[in-house]
């Protein structure tokens, strides 16, 4: 247990995904902020540690078949099944819980003004997250692909793509946590996605999607940033 409390969050996310239900209980970012040890989270949100240890080894004890373990994934591999996992939910559902939100804001605004705010926060987001799709997919994956082939090969790299990678690194996490941010922004607003009496279902299903949603960009930015991103700044 010791040694689990001076792990990063992310590392144990990686080793066993199921313990992410875990720190999602505690409102502990384990994706943008998963560099962080489990020891320094406790502390910052004021958390017994030795509790979050025990729900932890109950998690990993749990019967039944573990999550994939995406850490041993080829580069390539793992990057194909975040665009054909993540990247296909966000572009089936992004546009839809748009125009839910847009709607119960026109219904809704005058007496939950906050749904207001989330449209347009949802908005902004679903803008940002169309080109950071286009990034990874057009510049940043295509560049770990030929790397990974080359170092497999045995054969030089190409300079151009070390370069873009670099480049596509830095502005990915940036953007990332912007994108974090506004996520956790919508969750405040929509007070846990807790719906009011007097909501139509329309509401309700907003509120669900936008649930999913988050939950779903967890997942993918973990996968992203504690294991294809280090991984590939590797190469």
Same mark, same amino acid.
Do not use: H, N
């Given at each position: 247990m010791n040694e689990t409390v001076n792990r990063t969050?992310?590392?144990i996310v990686v080793a066993d995904f199921r313990t992410a239900r875990v720190f999602e209980k505690y409102r502990i970012d384990f994706c943008c902020g998963g560099k962080i040890t489990l020891a320094a989270a406790c502390r910052e949100k004021g958390i017994d540690a030795a509790v979050l240890l025990r729900e932890i080894e109950a998690v990993r004890s749990e019967p039944g078949e573990r999550s994939p373990n995406y850490g041993a994934w080829d580069l390539s591999f793992l990057a194909d099944y975040i665009v054909n996992t993540h990247h296909a939910w966000l572009r089936e559902n992004m546009e839809k819980i748009s125009a839910y939100a847009h709607k119960i804001a026109g219904v809704h605004g005058t007496h939950h003004p906050e749904v207001i705010q989330i449209s347009e926060i949802f908005d902004r987001i679903a803008t940002d997250m169309m080109l950071h799709l286009r990034a990874e997919e057009e510049e940043f994956f295509p560049a770990i692909?030929? &790397?990974e082939a080359a170092r497999k090969a045995g054969t030089a790299q190409d300079a151009q793509d070390s370069a873009a990678l670099r480049e596509c690194l830095a502005n990915l996490h940036h953007e990332h946590d912007e994108i974090g941010t506004a996520v956790h922004t919508i969750r405040d607003l929509a007070r846990e996605y807790a719906?009011?009496?007097d909501a139509c279902t329309?509401?309700?299903l907003t509120y669900r999607l936008l649930k999913e949603f988050e *939950? *779903? &960009?967890h997942k993918h930015v973990h996968l992203e940033n504690n294991i294809l991103f280090p991984k590939a700044a590797e190469l």
């Open positions: 969050i992310g590392e692909k030929r &790397l719906v009011p009496g329309t509401y309700a *939950d *779903d &960009l």
